[in-house]
Nanobody
Framework: QVQLVESGGGLVEAGGSLRLSCAAS????????MGWFRQAPGKEREFVAA???????DYVDSVKGRFTISRDNAENAVYLQMNSLKPEDTAVYYC????????????????WGQGTQVTVSS
């Protein structure tokens, strides 16, 4: 079992930056693939980024070059650095964990945090 808690969301102007953090307890993150998802009002939850146990990463096309996912296994934490934010990035952002490989479908992830709101004003 893994418990995940996100932090770092907030209100930012377009073009600004935020850094989301995901702290884990109950088990070490080193054995898990870690991901970030987001859900805007009226939309389905979508894959944003993920990092494998060995450190390889994957991103949805809309955030490539702007967002960076990283992990610190010693701190048992995962981060999402978000730069050049756009109003369309506004959503609740969720941290998730699963075993084995990176997949994009939310239903294939096993553990979820409660989410943190990111609002980007134009």
């Amino acid at each position: 079992q893994v418990q995940l808690v996100e932090s770092g969301g907030g209100l930012v102007e377009a073009g600004g930056s935020l850094r989301l953090s995901c702290a884990a307890s109950g088990n070490t993150l080193s054995g898990y693939v870690m991901g970030w998802f987001r859900q805007a009002p009226g939309k389905e939850r979508e894959f944003v980024a993920a990092i494998a146990r060995a450190g390889s990463t994957d991103y949805v096309d809309s955030v490539k070059g702007r967002f960076t996912i990283s992990r610190d296994n010693a701190e048992n934490a995962v981060y999402l650095q978000m730069n050049s934010l756009k109003p369309e990035d506004t959503a609740v952002y969720y941290c998730a964990a699963r075993k084995l490989i990176i997949v994009a479908a939310p239903q294939d992830w096993d553990y979820w945090g409660q989410g943190t709101q990111v609002t980007v004003s134009s």
